[in-house]
């Protein structure tokens, strides 16, 4: 079954309905959110993505993330993406900021990918334990806990490592544990440096 997304001009201004295939095809703007889950207002939330999925498998992103769907608002997005990857509800998730993302590049199965969007950046504070979640199994393998400053050191290249406590599907459960991470372990595309993909989002963060 087909997703359909609003599509925009270069302005924002909206200017039609496509399928979500063409709109990365031929680049088409678009608007996506990125739900970042803060607990205990000192630690933020990554999720470890499936080592099942084509693109970028393992590697560790915003806690829940997708697209806006044709006429959908912002804060039901921000609920379906919560609701479908973690099996959580969050109450009163706050805007950030809205970010221009702009990407081009071919996907292991050969396809060209061309991403143009308007992402909306939202924040919640949630301080459930890990054990609360239900990641959702196509997409993420767990969730991974670090403090926020510590992770804004790392991906400003002040240190090399940092703790974090893991809740992820080790033998067919999940299991909690100690991991230490480096750079590496975090999703960022050619373009991008980790500190432009995800240092603003902690400095606003650390702001509220």
Request: charge should be negative; glycine fraction near 6%.
């Amino acid at each position: 079954m087909s997703e359909l997304l609003d599509i925009y001009d270069e302005n924002g201004n909206h200017i039609g309905i496509e399928d979500r295939n063409i709109v990365h095809q031929k680049g088409l703007w678009h608007k996506t959110i990125h739900c970042w889950i803060v607990k205990d207002r000192n630690h933020i939330l990554f999720q470890k993505r499936s080592s099942n999925l084509l693109d970028n498998p393992n590697k560790l992103y915003t806690t829940a993330s997708g697209h806006i769907k044709a006429g959908e608002s912002l804060h039901d997005a921000f609920a379906r993406e919560v609701s479908e990857e973690l099996g959580i509800a969050v109450p009163k998730p706050q805007k950030l900021f809205e970010q221009i993302y702009t990407t081009d590049f071919i996907k292991k199965n050969g396809m060209p990918y061309h991403d143009r969007v308007f992402c909306n950046v939202f924040v919640a504070f949630c301080d459930l334990p890990l054990s609360s979640y239900k990641p959702q199994e196509e997409e993420l393998d767990g969730i991974v806990e670090v403090d926020i400053k510590e992770a804004l050191s790392l991906f400003k290249g002040e240190i090399d490592k940092i703790s974090a406590s893991v809740f992820v599907k080790e033998d067919g459960k999940y299991e909690m544990s100690e991991k230490q991470l480096g750079l590496s372990d975090f999703l960022c595309n050619p373009t991008e440096t980790h500190y432009h993909k995800y240092g603003r989002v902690l400095e606003s963060i650390l702001k509220l």
